[in-house]
């Protein structure tokens, strides 16, 4: 059986990618949050994708810490008010295209609440129900790629809420937990659970 399509030329690729709302520690001990929407994990070790000209990126070149904090869908216009901003003083030439203006109390900005980390000196976003405390491994900058870093990062811990856990408080309860996905540039919630893995 043939199932017809047709080429497309969509201008991104996310297709279906848990938002993060990503922390690094400024110069000044301030906090900056990033929204990034490119993340995979492999065991305890994950891979973020970022631009090279925003807060974030530099950020993490010069401290090497991070906390990826996991919103739920009720988060997702606090989300998309610090997709409008940044926290380098000057407004990057990329960001000015979309009305990008400079904040840097972005927890203020976003309605957020800070929250101390356990093992990194990076706050974290109190209203996340997880949060994943990391260190920088590694960065990379790939020719084919302008503009956009490859960064490497081991999870350190990982923070819970105590609502988002099964009984034994080890693991996440998948039918509880519900991650803002970000679907071709729209929010959404995780529907009904179909099933699960053999390794589940």
Not at 151 to 177: C, G, R, W
Request: glycine share 8%; hydrophobic share 40%.
């Amino acid at each position: 059986m043939v199932i017809k399509k047709q080429t497309i030329h969509p201008k991104i690729l996310y297709y279906g990618n848990p938002v993060v709302l990503l922390t690094t520690a400024n110069e000044d001990g301030t906090t900056n949050i990033s929204p990034i929407s490119s993340s995979w994990a492999l065991g305890h070790m994950l891979v973020l994708g970022l631009g090279t000209d925003g807060k974030a990126y530099e950020n993490l070149e010069r401290q090497g810490e991070c906390v990826l904090n996991l919103p739920g869908p009720d988060l997702w216009t606090h989300v998309e008010r610090l997709a409008s901003c940044t926290g380098k003083e000057k407004v990057p030439l990329g960001k000015e295209a979309y009305g990008c203006i400079s904040i840097q109390d972005k927890f203020g900005y976003a309605g957020l609440i800070r929250q101390p980390s356990a093992m990194v000196d990076v706050e974290a976003v109190a209203q996340c129900p997880l949060h994943i405390e990391a260190q920088v491994m590694h960065i990379r900058k790939p020719d084919y790629l302008e503009g956009v870093a490859i960064v490497e990062v081991e999870a350190l811990t990982v923070q819970a809420h105590k609502d988002i856990l099964e009984e034994s408080n080890h693991h996440i309860d998948p039918s509880v937990f519900s991650p803002l996905i970000y679907n071709f540039r729209h929010y959404f919630q995780l529907g009904n659970e179909l099933g699960k893995t053999v390794r589940a």
